[in-house]
């Protein structure tokens, strides 16, 4: 089994930043791709961002629009979300997904392991 726990959520204003951290634990950690996503009230879950276990391939939705950076600390067994320029369209509850491979994928039913989930709130 693997467990992930986002944190670094919260409430900030339209044109600031957030950095959200999934911490991975239990077994085959190092070698999972994680992917977040995110999920607005009333709407779908939706991709936000990927990357594999070296961190030297990575993926984004087109929404993000060179806004976010995903990136990944192995050493601390944990993955980042840095979100910068942020829109209160960007306002959801942000999941943290692993996979049981070492790539990338922007399909939610990839992914195994699943976070509890972080809520970022943009407003002013």
């Known amino acids: 089994q693997v467990q992930l726990v986002e944190s670094g959520g919260g409430l900030v204003q339209p044109g600031t930043s957030l950095r959200l951290s999934c911490a991975v634990s239990?077994?085959?950690?190092?070698?999972?791709?994680v992917g977040w996503f995110r999920q607005a009230p009333g709407k779908a879950r939706q991709f936000v961002a990927t990357?594999?276990?070296?961190?030297?391939?990575?993926y984004y939705a087109d929404f993000v629009q060179g806004r976010f950076t995903i990136s990944r600390d192995n050493a601390k067994n944990t993955v980042y979300l840095q979100m910068n320029s942020l829109k209160p369209e960007d306002t959801a509850v942000y999941y943290c997904a692993a996979a049981s491979f070492d790539g990338i994928s922007g399909y939610a039913s990839a992914y195994d392991y699943w976070g509890q989930g972080a809520q970022v709130a943009v407003s002013s």
């Open positions: 990357i594999n276990w070296s961190g030297t391939n990575t």
């Open positions: 239990g077994r085959t950690v190092s070698r999972n791709g």
